[in-house]
């Protein structure tokens, strides 16, 4: 299969492509700013024998001056793609009155705007062959209904925006042979939650939310289409 994987280089998203890594079939491109940390990846699967991890050092806030860079290293390595998961995340806890408008929209630049142009960017050569995937990550903070907590307001309208263009795109795209899903996961171990969360103990770890994110990628669309699912065992 040929996955691509945000917001890889720590926590759930690199759980996630290392678990997809294990299946030597598999081809991942995972992208995140960091290039130590993806670079650490790529090697750490290859001494294991793993599935071929490509690495895309990419800030996703620069993504509307960079789409062809990145449209053009995608085909450079595969001519589809069956999966995208969408799970790159920016949080800054900061109360709503006290958060700076750098921070409000490099917030919604990387929770929803990114992931809406690389859905945008990549559609063409999804469900060419077979059904493809788009899974967004959203949070328990962006369900209507679900505990609230101060200093999230923009990290949740961000992740809400993100759930609701799931909806939309499955509606609009629903001939197109590409399901779109989004997983509202709460509280993991990662650390961008005990950045946020200092001294709070999430029930789940990153590994074993990524298991669920992983089966669900690749399984899901056979049952769900447009559905945006709460992940939660306990919400903070």
Same mark, same amino acid.
Not at 21 to 43: F, G
């Given at each position: 299969? /040929?996955?691509?994987?945000?917001?890889?280089?720590?926590?759930? #998203?690199?759980?996630?492509?290392?678990?997809?890594?294990?299946?030597?079939?598999?081809?991942?491109?995972?992208?995140?700013? /960091?290039? @130590?940390?993806? $670079?650490?990846?790529?090697?750490?699967?290859? @001494?294991? #024998?793993? #599935?071929?991890?490509i690495p895309l050092v990419f800030d996703l806030e620069n993504i509307k001056e960079n789409e062809k860079k990145i449209y053009d290293f995608v085909i450079g390595h595969m001519k589809s793609v069956d999966i995208l998961i969408n799970n790159a995340g920016f949080l800054q806890k900061t109360l709503f009155t006290?958060?700076? /408008?750098?921070?409000?929209?490099?917030?919604?630049?990387?929770?929803?705007?990114?992931?809406?142009?690389?859905?945008?960017?990549?559609?063409?050569?999804? #469900?060419?062959?077979?059904?493809? $995937?788009?899974?967004?990550?959203?949070?328990?903070?962006?369900?209507q209904g679900s505990a609230k907590f101060p200093g999230l307001a923009y990290y949740s309208a961000s992740k809400a925006a993100i759930a609701n263009l799931t909806e939309c795109l499955a509606e609009e795209y629903k001939e197109h042979n590409t399901a779109f899903n989004c997983l509202a996961l709460g509280s993991a171990n990662t650390e961008m939650f005990n950045e946020a969360f200092p001294g709070y103990k999430a029930a789940v770890s990153a590994q074993e939310m990524a298991d669920l994110i992983s089966d669900f990628a690749v399984n899901g669309q056979k049952y769900f289409n447009g559905k945006i699912i709460p992940v939660s065992v306990n919400t903070p």
């Open positions: 299969m /040929n996955i691509i994987i945000t917001g890889a280089s720590r926590g759930i #998203g690199r759980e996630t492509a290392k678990i997809f890594a294990a299946n030597k079939e598999n081809l991942i491109i995972v992208i995140s700013r /960091n290039k @130590d940390k993806l $670079h650490n990846l790529m090697i750490e699967c290859r @001494d294991k #024998g793993a #599935g071929k991890i006290e958060t700076s /408008n750098d921070t409000a929209e490099r917030t919604f630049n990387i929770n929803f705007f990114a992931p809406a142009q690389l859905i945008n960017l990549l559609l063409p050569l999804m #469900g060419k062959e077979k059904r493809s $995937h788009v899974l967004n990550i959203s949070s328990m903070g962006a369900v």
